[in-house]
């Protein structure tokens, strides 16, 4: 069966460091694998997606992901996090064979310090 | 402003006591969904619709209804809630059913059964 898996439960990083958060999927075929914020006190929003093609994938807020087949993973990095970017990420696979829902992570939870 | 709205935005009841929640979208999109987000379990998804009149169970449809008499609106209906329904609920939708699309989330709904 499908699965994702976001191995850092919660991170903690400075402002103006970089980051980098880890999703992991278990799939059979090429996913299609995406990444969500929810931001405090408000529902989630996408940030990017991958389909196909250019592994490397830009989203908005500055944020980018690199699917990497060999690793089964799909991390979200960006190069300079501010304070505004504290929230829950959320890693989502999309299931091909059941095309009717997404597999989602526990999430990661980043707190930014000034 | 194309959005999801939900009603109430926080709800405190008692158990068995009959309530709903109500979702509705302005971007006229075919498929709507209802997750609950719990500590350590992330997103779980109850029910979704893929159109007017298709609604299907998610992964925890227990102890929930729903509805899509029209488009725009996909209310949850607990008939008898029970505490272990305490949770934080959101609504989405997409464009088109599948998991290519992009889902637009609602800002969710805290609910605590006493």
């Known amino acids: 069966a499908q699965s994702v898996t976001q191995p850092d439960i919660h991170i903690t990083v400075s402002e103006g460091a970089s980051l980098e958060l880890r999703c992991n999927y278990s799939?059979?075929?090429?996913?299609?694998l995406f990444w969500y914020v929810q931001s405090p006190g408000q529902g989630l929003q996408l940030l990017l997606k991958?389909?196909?093609?250019d592994t490397l994938v830009q989203g908005i807020k500055g944020f980018e992901a690199e699917f990497k087949r060999s690793q089964s993973s799909f991390n979200l990095r960006k190069p300079s996090v501010h304070w505004s970017d504290a929230a829950e990420y959320f890693c989502?696979?999309?299931?091909?064979?059941?095309?009717?829902?997404?597999?989602w992570g526990l999430g990661t939870s980043l707190a930014v310090n000034p | 402003e194309a959005q999801v709205t939900q009603n109430p935005r926080y709800l405190i009841t008692v158990t068995g006591k009959k309530l709903t929640v109500t979702c509705s979208q302005n971007?006229?999109?075919?498929?709507m969904s209802w997750y609950r987000q719990d500590p350590g379990l992330g997103l779980r998804q109850i029910y979704y619709?893929?159109?007017?009149?298709?609604?299907d169970k998610g992964d925890v449809p227990e102890g929930y209804k729903v509805s899509r008499k029209e488009k725009r609106n996909f209310p949850l209906i607990l008939e008898s809630p029970s505490p272990n329904q305490t949770s934080l609920y959101f609504c989405?939708?997409?464009?088109?059913?599948?998991?290519?699309?992009?889902?637009?989330f609602g800002p969710g709904t805290r609910l605590t059964v006493t």
């Open positions: 971007m006229n999109h075919e498929y």
């Open positions: 989502a696979v999309g299931d091909a064979g059941n095309n009717r829902k997404l597999i």
């Open positions: 619709s893929m159109n007017v009149e298709v609604t």
């Open positions: 989405a939708s997409s464009l088109q059913p599948g998991t290519l699309y992009e889902q637009y």
């Open positions: 991958y389909f196909s093609g």
């Open positions: 799939y059979g075929a090429t996913p299609y």
